[in-house]
């Protein structure tokens, strides 16, 4: 990658967060009490590309969950603040690939779906904090990632045009936004989205699957 400018996802990008993610909207709602079965299942696979907000309304709406959206995403947050605080780790070379960048004179930064204190926390735990100019989260844009707001603030906040700033990503959905809105796109592979693999490769200008590897400046090669 010889970008001057790179915005990096966080989970499933830099750390091993997405199995947590995965579990998290369960864990937090059976810690609310709500009955499981096929259609709280439902429900759950409906929210994923939704923001937290978003996710807490529907839990108001159609569980009756009291409190406000704002109170929800707290106590949701909660659940993976416990997680950042002990158990999310780093990727095997991410933090060594992240100062062969800066040693360069590029210019990093975050854009997270994840709240920005919970981003700082678990990079802050980690030792790479220091490592990017800023963090951004699509809260502060009030957009998911599938639309290209985060990005486009992530780079104006860099001083920097799409064609010319990396975005790093592990999910088919958020990669496609960013190379859609003109960004160069680069796919991280991650076991938790392992079978969107081909379609993240054929998408983008280029591909990570071993920090470790593209740190040394090495092609890594293909888990499929």
Known sequence: MDKKFAIFDMDGTLVDSMGYWQRM???????????????????IARLKPMTLYDAARA???????????????????????RHYERDVSLKPGAAEYLRRLNRRGAALCTASATSVPLVKLCLRRLGVDREFRFMLSCEEVGASKNRPDVYFEAARRLGSAPAETAVFEDSLSALTTAKNAGFYAVAVYDAASASD????RALADECVVDWSKAAAGQRGSDPI
């Not at 839990?59 to 603040?81: C, D, K, Q, Y």
């Not at 693999?197 to 993240?200: C, G, I, K, S, V």
């Open 197 to 200: 693999w081909p379609a993240l």
């Open 59 to 81: 839990f108001i709406a159609e569980l009756g969950f009291s409190g406000t959206p704002e109170h929800v995403v707290a106590e949701m947050n909660g659940v993976m603040r």
């Open 25 to 43: 909207e369960r864990e937090y709602l059976a810690g609310r009490g709500a009955p499981s079965g096929p259609e709280l299942e439902a429900l």
